[in-house]
């Protein structure tokens, strides 16, 4: 089984690629985002910790906590942000890296796709078998965001200011999927890379 980690800028179309790769490929694909919304319910790791440290106003009606609630109590407190990272990223890591164990042991999936914008930040060069780097040129992510999510392009750039450059992520890649055109030219890379899987 190959580990693959699957990272890029925001609107460059992660998803998009990965359905495509669970289409046409034995594999099994994490998405971090979901793993760290997973990991914040009641009775997971994160749940005690947070609430803790955020208190019971980030519950919603169920007891859950709710996000919308935690991103509002830690957008404009960097020092709130930290602690939550802190709390959330090493736990994210630890269910990777069992999950990682576990499909190896099972034997059954020849490969497994980590997706996530900081995978280059939280150190999966050294776990993953190869890092993928989707690219979309910037002018396409901007449309992209703004008719998907409704984005401003005040918004946009701020997001983009805090990611990685293009350099930074082509520097960490073994393979670069340009998804700036078409999804047939998406299709040609990953199949080229692929091969018959």
């Known amino acids: ?43 997971q790791p994160c749940y005690e910790p947070l609430l803790e440290l955020l208190s019971e106003s980030v519950l919603d009606g169920n007891g859950e906590i709710d996000k919308k609630k935690m991103a509002s109590m830690i957008f404009s407190d960097e020092i709130l942000l930290a602690k939550v990272n802190d709390i959330l990223h090493p736990a994210v890591n630890q269910y990777i890296l069992e999950q990682i164990e576990l499909e190896r042991a099972n034997d059954e999936i020849e490969y497994l796709f980590i997706e996530a914008a900081l995978l280059i930040e939280n150190g999966y060069v050294d776990i993953v078998d190869e890092m993928w780097y989707v690219y ?6 901007r449309n992209r965001l703004k008719q998907s999510r409704g984005y401003s392009d005040e918004k946009i750039s701020d997001i983009l200011r805090g990611q990685l450059s293009d350099g930074d992520f082509r520097a960490h890649a073994d393979f670069v999927i340009d998804n700036s055109g078409d999804e047939e030219y998406m299709h040609h890379q990953i199949d080229s890379k692929l091969g018959e899987c």
Do not use: H
């Open 1 to 43: 089984m190959k580990v693959i980690g699957v990272t890029g800028g925001v609107g460059a179309g992660k998803s998009t690629v990965l359905n495509y790769i669970y289409g046409v490929c034995n594999c099994r694909i994490i998405y971090s985002d979901q793993v760290a919304n997973d990991i914040k319910l009641k009775g």
């Open 136 to 141: 979309a040129d910037e002018d396409v992510r």
